[in-house]
């Protein structure tokens, strides 16, 4: 940015950003002032307590969030703030339904309104549907979108706000927005466009600075959508830093609070590189609390001399009625859409236990994919450990809406023979060795350091999984067509767009030629499957297994 724009910017800014909260009498030397911090992420349009894939209750919400932060301020002699770090406009039908399809409102901003959050920052997920529904959302919030480094490219300028200021007294307040910087390796690139991501700890230094010389603030705090790429525990890395920034920013000098998200972590807070740090876990099951303390003095710059931290569990929290009934309208509005049968089954289905053995949801995926596709090779993963049970009979939108949770899209892309068998070694991580007992059966070993949803099946071929083998070794038998797979020929391979862009770091699909690109997406494709049988009689075909064959695989499997 040139110093001419900065300064444009910067005027603009200045003139927009600043909010006051005005504290009775005057500031003195060596005031102090109390400020409760409190902060959510990735609600993921959980605004009421309930789960309607599972058509019971859900433990977070929005409307527990709202009954925590009344009792908060109501017992509270000085500001509290509440803030969130993104990912809020996908993952429930409610917000999907009513805000994406049917083009209404998004409840979950309506909701935020009315609990009276400050700011939010922008997450990679708010790009799921394109900038279309994400700027109808920002426009209807009483609140600022923020995300400095998400970059205008034809300006140079940040395409949200980049800051808000707020004052509380003569105390100067900044909160800062920031977005993991991976979109394009996640999303359609229609889905971001006219946008560039900048490395957040980048952006970081150059606002920081600003708020700190420019906009004079005492305090600076950063929204950030990002996780660790390492443990803040014991400092090792885990392989994420193309997303996660969350180490990288810690160390940026002028941040105070640096509150997370993206990754999920029930993170209380505590100090990283001398830098107050928390994440609250997801869909308002979390709240962050920090309470400061702050000496304010004529000669310079307020600091913090005190604080403390914890993060709220609000499973046990009370639910805001008069929240829940400002929505039951539409949540009977979406009830009634999810409840709509679209064929029978004839047997029994379950995904317990899909991840060590071939079964027939799974196969209903990569059926779909393949029909959709005319490809010659299926990639697909079970997304969701909540999928329930299917008993024989009718089988409704809501079933189908739990077993792919997410708004994928399909690519077929072409690979040869050996970068197929790659594919498949890199899933097969997560099967790491066989422990037999001297009493009772062996057992499968997993890494739990391979996530549940980047644990993939392949229809189209058949193969099986030695876990004794080391890794990169462990695919055996590779065949199509009964034949051994031919490593050097090609092949068209269907995947989802997070997989085709690299997402779960499986090698190869990131560079591949696209031959195919869906316009539909997955969980709607898998409605119309279904909806087109008469009857849906659902068998696994047993393309794959895990060896060696004397072997009886027994794990707890608790995420599907």
Not at 81 to 95: A, I, M, N, R
Not at 150 to 160: E, H, K, N, S
Not at 410 to 423: I, P, T, Y
Not at 507 to 516: G, R, S
């Amino acid at each position: 940015m040139s110093k001419s724009q900065r300064s444009v910017l910067l005027t603009t800014l200045m003139c927009a950003l600043s909010v006051h909260w005005l504290l009775p009498g005057p500031a003195h030397a060596a005031d102090t002032l109390e400020l409760t911090i409190l902060h959510t992420s990735d609600l993921h349009g959980q605004v009421l307590p309930f789960d309607d894939a599972r058509d019971s209750g859900a433990p977070g919400s929005l409307a527990r969030v709202s009954a925590a932060v009344n009792a908060i301020r109501q017992s509270a002699d000085h500001p509290v703030l509440l803030v969130d770090s993104g990912d809020t406009l996908q993952g429930t039908p409610l917000e999907e339904l009513i805000h994406i399809r049917r083009r209404e409102p998004s409840p979950t901003i309506k909701a935020m309104n009315r609990i009276g959050y400050a700011a939010m920052a922008v997450g990679n997920h708010e790009f799921n549907f394109g900038m279309e529904p994400l700027r109808r959302a920002e426009a209807e919030a009483d609140f600022p979108f923020l995300a400095a480094n998400a970059i205008d490219v034809g300006t140079g300028l940040p395409a949200f706000q980049p800051f808000l200021v707020i004052e509380f007294g003569q105390l100067r307040v900044a909160l800062l927005g920031l977005l993991t910087p991976n979109i394009p390796g996640w999303e359609e690139p229609e889905n971001y466009e006219g946008l560039a991501f900048q490395p957040m700890d980048e952006a970081a230094r150059h606002w920081v600075s600003i708020l700190r010389q420019d906009e004079d603030c005492d305090l600076v705090i950063v929204l950030a959508h990002t996780g660790f790429e390492i443990d803040p525990e014991t400092g090792g890395t885990d392989g994420t830093a193309y997303e996660n920034y969350g180490d990288r920013l810690a160390q940026v000098a002028g941040i105070d609070l640096l509150l997370t998200g993206h990754t999920h972590q029930n993170l209380p807070p505590r100090l990283l590189h001398g830098t107050i740090i928390s994440q609250p876990s997801s869909r308002g099951r979390v709240m962050t609390r920090i309470d400061l303390e702050v000496s304010q003095t004529e000669e310079g710059p307020a600091r913090i001399v005190s604080w403390h931290g914890e993060n709220i569990d609000l499973a046990a929290t009370k639910i805001d009625q008069a929240f829940v009934e400002n929505f039951e309208t539409q949540h009977q509005r979406v009830a009634k859409a999810l409840a709509r049968a679209l064929t029978v089954v004839d047997v029994p289905v379950s995904i317990q236990g899909c991840r060590l053995r071939d079964c027939a949801a799974q196969d209903l995926i990569h059926q779909v994919q393949l029909q959709a596709s005319g490809a010659d090779l299926s990639l697909a993963s079970l997304l969701t450990g909540s999928t329930p049970d299917l008993a024989p009979g009718p089988v409704t939108s809501r079933w189908a809406r739990s077993l792919y949770v997410y708004p994928n899209t399909l690519q077929s892309l072409k690979l040869g023979g050996a970068q197929v068998k790659d594919v498949l070694e890199h899933a097969a991580r997560y099967y790491d060795g066989i422990e037999c007992p001297s009493q009772g059966p062996c057992v499968i070993v997993v890494d739990p350091d391979v996530l549940l949803y980047n644990v993939d099946t392949m229809q189209g071929l058949s193969y099986r999984i030695d876990p004794t083998r080391p890794e990169g070794d462990r695919i055996q038998d590779l065949r199509r067509n009964g034949r051994p797979l031919d490593l050097h020929a090609d092949f068209t391979l269907v995947c989802n767009n997070y997989r085709a862009a690299g997402g779960g770091g499986f090698p190869h699909l990131a560079e591949a030629e696209v031959i195919w690109r869906s316009s539909e997406e997955v969980a709607s494709m898998i409605n119309d499957h279904l909806a087109a049988l008469e009857t849906w009689s659902p068998e696994a075909d047993g393309n794959w297994v895990i060896a060696p064959e004397f072997i009886e695989p027994e794990l707890s499997d608790s995420g599907g």
